[in-house]
T-cell receptor, first 115, second 112 residues
Framework: DAGVIQSPRHEVTEMGQEVTLRCKPISGHDYLFWYRQTMMRGLELLIY????????DSGMPEDRFSAKMPNASFSTLKIQPSEPRDSAVYFCASSFWGPSGNTIYFGEGSWLTVV | GNSVTQMEGPVTLSEEAFLTINCTYT??????LFWYVQYPGEGLQLLLKATKADDKGSNKGFEATYRKETTSFHLEKGSVQVSDSAVYFC???????????FGKGTKLSVKP
C-alpha cells in the first residue's frame, strides 16, 4: 500500500493567502485525522472524520480553518486567510477500526511556512 | 478524561546503552497502547502496540509491556544505536471515538 499521501510536502506562502493541504488516506480506512505539530504545542488533533463525516472539530483553532472530506479517498484542510502563527507541520492520518482496535497511520506531513 | 504522561527529554545516551522511556496513562475502560517514532523531517511511524493487559509489543529491538496494575507502558531497548535518534511518542486509544491521545514526545539523541 502507498500509505497516506499528503501534498504539498512544503509550502511557503505570504500572510493573507489561502492555503490548501490535501490528503489521500489508505484505501479501506474509515477514519481520517488532521493533526498539527509545532515546537510550542506539540502534536494537536485538529479534526477527524469517520466515513467522511466530521466527528470532532473541537481542535480547529478558529474559523479561518476548515476541513472537508468529499469522498473516502480525499480530504482537504484549508486556511483562509493564513497567518504567520499557522506555520507548522500538518499531518494527515488514517485508520481502520478493526477487531484488535485502531492503529493510526500518518502521512509524511505538509511543512507550512507563512511569512 | 483519558491522558498520557511520558518522561520529558531530551534523553542523551551513548551507543549500546540501555534505553527506558517512561509512559503512564489515565483511562477509563481498556485502551490500546502505542509507541510511535518520528525521525527528523518525517511523519510519525507506528513502532509497536499492545491491545490488552500483560501484552508485550516489540519491534526493531524495542519492547513495551502493557501494565494495567501500574497503568504504564514503558519503552525499552537493550542497546541503542545512533540511528535510533528520534522523538518517541506514547499514545492510547479507547472507547469508540477512534482517535489517539498522544503524550508530548521524548527526544532521544544517541551519540557514537
Amino acid at each position: 500500500d502507498a500509505g497516506v499521501i499528503q501534498s504539498p510536502r512544503h509550502e511557503v506562502t505570504e500572510m493573507g493567502q489561502e492555503v490548501t493541504l490535501r490528503c489521500k488516506p489508505i484505501s479501506g480506512h474509515d477514519y481520517l485525522f488532521w493533526y498539527r505539530q509545532t515546537m510550542m504545542r506539540g502534536l494537536e488533533l485538529l479534526i477527524y472524520f469517520n466515513n467522511n463525516v466530521p466527528i470532532d472539530d473541537s481542535g480547529m483553532p478558529e474559523d479561518r480553518f476548515s476541513a472537508k472530506m468529499p469522498n473516502a479517498s480525499f480530504s482537504t484542510l484549508k486556511i483562509q486567510p493564513s497567518e504567520p502563527r499557522d506555520s507548522a507541520v500538518y499531518f494527515c492520518a488514517s485508520s481502520f477500526w478493526g477487531p484488535s482496535g485502531n492503529t493510526i497511520y500518518f502521512g509524511e506531513g505538509s511543512w507550512l511556512t507563512v511569512v | 478524561g483519558n491522558s498520557v504522561t511520558q518522561m520529558e527529554g531530551p534523553v542523551t545516551l551513548s551507543e549500546e546503552a540501555f534505553l527506558t522511556i517512561n509512559c503512564t496513562y489515565t483511562a477509563t475502560g481498556y485502551p490500546s497502547l502505542f509507541w510511535y517514532v518520528q525521525y527528523p523531517g518525517e511523519g510519525l511511524q507506528l513502532l509497536l502496540k499492545a491491545t490488552k493487559a500483560d501484552d508485550k509489543g516489540s519491534n526493531k529491538g524495542f519492547e513495551a509491556t502493557y501494565r494495567k496494575e501500574t497503568t504504564s507502558f514503558h519503552l525499552e531497548k537493550g542497546s541503542v544505536q545512533v540511528s535510533d535518534s528520534a522523538v518517541y511518542f506514547c499514545a492510547l486509544s479507547g472507547g469508540s471515538q477512534g482517535n489517539l491521545i498522544f503524550g508530548k514526545g521524548t527526544k532521544l539523541s544517541v551519540k557514537p
